[in-house]
């Protein structure tokens, strides 16, 4: 039965957040790796595509945003994996993946929630995100 | 000016008066002197004429009564062979009585003794000096045999009666002619001295300032008609109000084309001969030339007042200039708007200690500047105040210089801008900036709390799901969660509170070996997983160290967690803490990593305040609290850092001993 679970990779540098997602997840039938910074995220994902990428923008370095780029790039073989992001408001570094969109020329995420995040509304934008049927625009949560 | 060749050095050698003399009109100068030189010449003349008229006279007076004195002796030998003694006695007294001067006649006999004498009425009437009387004697003769002898005695008086005569009728010409001379002199010269009156009239009204004086001396004359030139574009040119040598940018060649410099080559030419008169007319000349000069350098001057008076009354600045005792001279429009005085009510009346503050007067003497090795006295632009009429201080930005000429301390100079408008701005943008900040500062603590939440909420979950399943690690893993948030809440209210209260440093005498190592062992607890070595390091000397160590445990504290998120999870860091003293001054505390390190825009950031790049666990209060500390202990902080290079915060606090501190 293990193999017929959705696979899921949750990026976050709070360590806390990780854990708490991937209880989530997990407790929802997903099998979670997680990862507490970018690069590591970046190869978990790379050596074996998951079915839902949860990552935080907010990460030091600019590193969660630089991922995003990278993964939702027209030109990137993994750009069509769902990916959400979980993130908090920065305003004073101007972190909007709206603006990322645009000014990278990137796939919109198919995700988005906005910290803090409660199991109901993890869950909610999770599965309108994998409910098979194609979108148009971000599931909001 | 002083290139000019036509002027010449002053120099200038006074007459050493003599009391009368000087005190004479020049003319009257000259009269004297010709009335000296006539009567000078007219006495020399008259010795001359009366020793010449005494010589030759009594010589023509002698030979006369020689020639009676002779001619009676031819006469009288036969009468005094005869001894006709009433014929010789009446002969004698005939004799005597047609020629005056006559004293008396007498014929001796042949022993020599007195015979007949002539009866002469003078004998009677007057008495002669016998001085005065000229003798003669002469033999009287018969066949050529001296018989008896005829003496004669004749009296100088009439000879010196018409002498006398004479001379009175040439002393009386004299001084006629004298008087006469003198008085066509006198009429001479006050025609003569009369342009000098008028030059020592006019120089009188230039000293009084009317430049407006027309001077016509000398022969006014038509250049173009003596030159007999065509030259109907020069200004010169059938112009008669000016002289063509005032006239600047005549074509004439080799001259300069301006006046005065012109004149030098004028003088030479014969339009300016043709005018030139006497040494009158020249100096007329030069004191028309003067008169020019100072009409065209009082027109520069008063040009130049005018744009400086211009200038400083349409100063937008306010300008108030007082002389060497501080009595106002200057006040300008803006003063007057400002003060509410008039530049009247001002000028002359107030000093500047009636408008500006009392330290004004201190800080006006302080030295400012060096200028050129003069040392300028004033301060720079600082707010102050100025009194207005009504004794009401209205806040200005002002600046005051002392004003020197030559070593000479000529007065005081105020420069000043109404601050009232920029003093409320100002408050609307602190007022702004509080209310910005206060906005920030809220964003980012809801920010950090929602993060906290998030982690509780995650430690809830995690727990329950323990519980629910009975696994013993999600339990324990859940209740870390809770507790390592609880203690993000308690660090996050202890820094808020630091930041929010106005607090003044507990200096004591502490250790800070103590300090740093308690903040060692506590920030060692949170590393966690990561791999980072943090070590202290000291240098110097600590026995006199008075810090408030609970502001500056916080401090540490902040920068270590600082240098302990900078270190990525995924490679070993170093953190190291290093205590320097410097000397007697201060104390520098370093807190450096070898993390992510920091770029310059992140780094311009850092200091604002409410910004943090930690993702879900900064507030940006840390670093905040840090600066606001280390203000509050009179020391700098500063950053050294470098993208992926690591970062180092350092501390300087100054030492301060408690008993003399200005902070404590």
């Known amino acids: 039965m293990e193999s017929l679970k959705k696979r899921a990779v949750v990026i976050d540098d709070e360590k806390d957040l990780t854990t708490y997602f991937s209880s989530i997840l997990e407790e929802n039938g997903f099998l979670v790796q997680v990862a507490n910074n970018a690069d590591d995220g970046e190869k978990l994902i790379r050596e074996n595509p998951p079915d839902l990428v949860c990552l935080d923008l907010l990460m030091p370095g600019k590193t969660g945003i630089n991922l995003f780029i990278r993964l939702r790039k027209p030109e990137e073989a993994l750009r069509n994996i769902p990916l959400i992001i979980i993130t908090g408001i920065q305003e004073k570094l101007n972190i909007d993946w709206k603006d990322i969109v645009s000014r990278f020329r990137v796939r919109v995420p198919d995700g988005f929630i906005e910290k803090p995040v409660s199991p109901e509304r993890l869950m909610r934008v999770v599965n309108n995100v994998l409910d098979g049927t194609p979108k148009e625009g971000v599931q909001l949560g | ?664």
């Open chain 2, 1 to 664: 000016m002083n290139n000019l060749p036509l002027l010449l050095k002053p120099q200038f050698r006074g007459n050493r008066p003599t009391p009368f003399f000087s005190k004479l009109l020049f003319h009257n100068k000259i009269l004297f002197i010709i009335f000296l030189l006539l009567t000078f010449f007219g006495v020399i003349g008259a010795t001359t004429l009366h020793f010449i008229l005494k010589y030759h006279l009594s010589k023509e007076y002698q030979s006369r009564f020689l020639t009676i004195t002779q001619s009676l002796s031819h006469r009288l030998g036969p009468m005094v062979l005869a001894k006709d003694e009433k014929g010789i006695s009446y002969l004698l007294t005939e004799v005597s009585k047609f020629n005056q001067g006559i004293v008396y006649l007498m014929v001796t006999d042949s022993r020599g003794e007195p015979w007949i004498k002539s009866i002469n009425k003078t004998d009677h009437d007057t008495k002669v000096d016998a001085s005065e009387i000229f003798e003669t004697a002469m033999p009287i003769k018969y066949n050529n045999q001296t018989i008896s002898t005829i003496k004669s005695g004749f009296s100088g008086l009439p000879l010196q009666a018409f002498l006398k005569q004479v001379m009175t009728i040439y002393l009386s010409i004299l001084s006629a002619m004298i008087i006469i001379s003198l008085l066509i002199a006198r009429s001479f010269l006050r025609y003569t001295t009369k342009p000098i009156l008028t030059l020592t009239r006019i120089a009188d009204e230039i000293s009084l300032g009317n430049l407006d004086i027309d001077i016509v001396f000398g022969q006014h004359v038509n250049c173009w008609e003596i030159k007999q030139c065509g030259q109907n574009n020069c200004a010169a040119y059938t112009n008669t109000a000016i002289q063509c040598w005032f006239v600047d940018g005549t074509p004439c060649e080799g001259y300069e084309p301006k006046f005065p410099q012109k004149l030098e080559g004028c003088r030479k030419c014969e339009v300016y001969k043709t005018h030139k008169g006497d040494e009158i007319v020249q100096l007329a000349d030069s004191f028309q030339h003067m008169i020019y000069m100072l009409k065209k350098s009082q027109a520069e001057l008063e040009d130049s007042h005018k744009f400086q008076r211009n200038l400083i009354q349409n100063s937008l600045i306010g300008i108030i200039a007082t002389n060497e005792v501080g009595i106002i001279r200057t006040f300008n429009r803006v003063a007057e708007n400002l003060t509410g005085y008039s530049e009247a009510e001002a000028i002359d009346t107030l000093t500047f200690t009636d408008l500006f503050p009392r330290d004004i007067s201190i800080k006006i003497n302080h030295p400012l500047i060096f200028d050129y090795g003069l040392e300028l006295r004033g301060f720079k632009p600082t707010e102050s105040e100025i009194l207005n009429k009504h004794k009401k201080p209205i806040p200005v930005r002002l600046s005051g210089i002392n004003l020197y000429e030559e070593g000479k301390h000529l007065g005081k100079v105020f420069f000043f801008q109404d601050f009232r408008e920029i003093k409320r701005l100002r408050q609307e943008l602190i007022q702004s900036e509080r209310l910005a900040a206060t906005g920030q500062a809220v964003a980012s603590i809801s920010h950090s709390i929602k993060n906290i939440l998030d982690g509780l909420m995650g430690g809830v979950y995690v727990y329950k799901m323990g519980k629910k399943k009975n696994d013993d690690k999600s339990i324990e893993n859940g209740w870390k969660m809770i507790e390592n948030n609880i203690e993000l809440i308690s660090e996050l209210v202890i820094n808020l509170l630091n930041f929010a209260k106005e607090r003044h440093p507990n200096f004591e005498k502490c250790d800070p070996h103590t300090i740093v190592e308690d903040v060692i062992r506590m920030v060692e607890n949170k590393i966690n997983s990561k791999k980072i070595e943090i070590r202290s390091e000291y240098k110097g000397d600590f026995k006199r160290v008075f810090l408030d160590p609970f502001a500056l445990h916080q401090c540490l504290m902040n920068l270590a967690s600082n240098a302990i998120d900078a270190i990525p999870l995924e490679r070993p860091g170093h953190i190291v803490i290093r205590v320097a003293s410097e000397n007697e001054h201060g104390i520098i505390f370093e807190v450096s990593d070898d993390g992510i390190g920091m770029s310059k825009e992140i780094k311009e950031m850092a200091f604002q305040g409410m910004f943090s790049t930690k993702g879900s666990k900064g507030t940006g209060l840390g670093l905040l609290v840090v600066k606001k500390i280390v203000s509050e202990h009179g020391g700098s902080l500063e950053v050294v850092s470098e993208e992926q290079k690591g970062a180092m915060f350092r501390i300087w606090l100054p030492q301060i001993d408690p008993q003399n501190s200005i902070l404590g």
